[in-house]
């Protein structure tokens, strides 16, 4: 009989990858995918605890599989991830009907827990945090696509007073540069012309004194790749080497995330992000006289614990100074377990909404004139997915990160085309396919 896995993920790009890495363990020990939970033997939720009311969309979710299990008892059904933590107590007590609850330091277990799980019935819980664990030579099923996404390292050192990564996903460690080029390498033979590098903090990649620069320049130097991404950055670990390693690496993508979360200095120190709001206008600068057209983007908190207007009307300023090409905006939402949850003065319900509305319109504002700067220029664009703006049109990214729509003249996905950008409305430039000698490239 054949046996079928089905993995839902929430949450940020670290958790599809650990849901590939998963997939890739489940399939050597002899599991397919399906696309459809009531085909599947095993049920995985890859929970994410950063964003707001994540525990009750598990909940939520896991209530309707407690019916799917009913009517198929043998189903098996886990929580994976930063969520599990939180939860096991919970699914303990309440939840039985749940097999799994694993942390993201436990998947290696998956397969030797299944083949325990066929002969006992209590939950298997799991959740003690590495201090080594970095899933080293564990190859993951990819999704499709024309994306490829790498783990270089796993969990954070930056103990930013609102997260709770470091107490959900352990302390900094990275994985060996050889194990990283072997994988990159991989998806390269795959058909994958762009890979992402990931991190919680990814340059602060750092392994027998081989660090984010030093890495990336060796990723870039691998046959067949085109183009390099890599998220999140912290301000604090870019410096001129790096920027410089991106300048002189033609495939290593002009843009950069930058996240300022706070324009107040004052917030910013009691956010613990290790730097002032003038040496973050400053480090914008400096990228942008380095990387010839880059682009910006950033993370931006509203409303933290004690920000007062004063120090609202600062973030507002150091966004009209760098102008971000585009912001991942939200309001202050406390998690237990951080410092942040501890602070007083939190701020109205009503006020965090406010000004997270005025942080959104700023920001569509910078967006706009952003990207009309690109009206008229030729740029490559990787041809990503249908447009689901637009019918009978494709849609891909620039080197600098912008989402371009254009008709589908015969183009294929994967392709890197050149395209004329004729228009710029909303966050998506528009644009035509030009034909340019020695400029189109294919892959299979």
């Given at each position: ?5 089905y993995?839902?993920?929430y ?16 399939e050597?020990?002899g599991?397919?995918?399906?696309n ?10 890859n ?19 407690n ?10 059904i886990?929580?994976?991830g ?6 096991k ?16 330091d436990?998947?290696k277990?998956?397969p ?13 819980v ?65 058909g994958?012309i ?18 984010f ?11 067949g790749?085109?183009?390099?991404r ?10 001129d ?22 324009g ?10 290790t ?15 380095i ?5 910006i983007t950033?993370?931006?908190?509203a409303?933290f ?6 120090d609202f009307?600062?973030t ?14 939200f309001?202050?939402s406390?998690?237990?377990g ?5 602070f007083?003065?939190?701020?109205d319900e ?22 009309k ?5 030729k ?8 447009s ?7 849609s ?19 392709e ?23 400029e ?5």
């Amino acid at each position: 009989m054949q046996k079928k896995y089905y993995i839902e993920t929430y949450g940020c790009q670290m958790n599809v990858a650990d849901s590939e890495l998963v997939a890739g363990l489940l399939e050597k020990n002899g599991y397919t995918k399906t696309n459809l939970d009531l085909e599947a033997n095993i049920i995985f939720l890859n929970t994410c605890a950063i964003r707001e009311h994540a525990e009750d969309k598990i909940h939520s979710r896991l209530g309707r599989l407690n019916k799917l299990k009913k009517n198929k008892p043998e189903t098996i059904i886990g929580i994976l991830g930063c969520m599990a933590q939180n939860v096991k107590d919970d699914i303990l007590e309440n939840k039985p009907y749940v097999d799994f609850v694993l942390g993201p330091d436990s998947y290696k277990r998956i397969p030797d827990l299944l083949k325990r799980q066929l002969i006992q019935e209590e939950s298997i819980v799991d959740t003690r945090l590495s201090k080594f664990e970095v899933y080293e030579n564990l190859f993951p099923s990819r999704n499709n696509g024309v994306n490829a996404w790498v783990s270089i390292m796993r969990g954070c050192d930056k103990f930013c007073t609102f997260c709770i990564v470091p107490f959900t996903r352990g302390r900094e460690r990275s994985r060996s540069l050889q194990s990283i080029i072997d994988e990159v390498k991989k998806a390269v033979d795959m058909g994958f012309i762009e890979v992402t590098l990931l991190g919680q903090n990814v340059n602060s990649y750092n392994h027998n004194n081989v660090k984010f620069p030093k890495l990336i320049d060796s990723v870039a130097n691998i046959s067949g790749l085109q183009r390099i991404r890599f998220t999140s950055p912290h301000p604090q670990d870019i410096d001129d080497e790096l920027l410089f390693v991106m300048r002189d690496n033609h495939n290593i993508c002009n843009s950069v995330h930058l996240p300022l979360q706070a324009g107040s200095n004052k917030i910013l120190k009691k956010m613990n992000r290790t730097y002032t709001k003038e040496k973050f206008m400053i480090l914008s600068d400096k990228i942008r006289n380095i990387l010839s057209n880059s682009s910006i983007t950033t993370d931006i908190i509203a409303g933290f614990p004690g920000e007062t207007e004063k120090d609202f009307n600062e973030t507002l300023d150091v966004m009209n100074y760098v102008k971000f090409d585009s912001a991942f905006t939200f309001k202050y939402s406390s998690r237990p377990g951080t410092k942040a949850s501890e602070f007083d003065n939190h701020i109205d319900e009503r006020i965090r909404q406010l000004r997270l509305a005025k942080l959104v319109e700023l920001q569509k504002i910078h967006t706009l004139h952003r990207n009309k700067l690109e009206i008229g220029k030729k740029v490559k664009v990787l041809v990503e997915k249908n447009s689901k703006k637009s019918k009978n049109k494709l849609s891909g990214r620039t080197d600098n990160n912008k989402w371009v729509i254009f008709p589908n003249n015969n183009i294929n996905i994967g392709e890197i085309i050149t395209v004329k950008i004729t228009d710029a409305r909303g966050i998506s430039l528009f644009g035509e396919k030009i034909k340019m000698k020695d400029e189109n490239y294919a892959i299979i």
